[in-house]
């Protein structure tokens, strides 16, 4: 079982940065993928960047140039630099993460608000 802890979500103005964290902890076979999702008030929850424990990396299009994933295996913990900050970022951000054998878990989520 994988558990997994957000940090880092908060009130910033527009055009500003945060950094948001996530940790895994438990019993960790072996992670694969890593990603942060988001869901805005009334919509759908999207995927905003994921990393691979071999480095491939995806980002949404509407954060490409934006926002920065980085992972780092030993410690299983990924980082999202999120700058330059929209009022349409605002959201919640989920940690997600799979292990090899197919499980599948989810962080509880921090908020990310935007507006001056």
């Known amino acids: 079982q994988v558990h997994l802890v957000e940090s880092g979500g908060g009130l910033v103005q527009p055009g500003g940065s945060l950094r948001l964290s996530c940790a895994a902890s438990g019993i960790i076979v072996s992670i694969t993928a890593m990603e942060w999702y988001r869901q805005a008030p009334g919509k759908e929850r999207e995927m905003v960047a994921a990393?691979?424990?071999?480095?491939?990396?995806y980002y949404a299009d509407s954060v490409k140039g934006r926002f920065t994933i980085s992972r780092d295996n030993a410690q299983n913990t990924v980082s999202l630099q999120m700058n330059a900050l929209k009022a349409e970022d605002t959201a919640v951000y989920y940690c997600n993460a799979f292990e090899s054998g197919g499980d599948e878990y989810w962080g509880q989520g921090t908020q990310v608000t935007v507006s001056s």
């Open positions: 990393i691979t424990s071999s480095g491939n990396i």
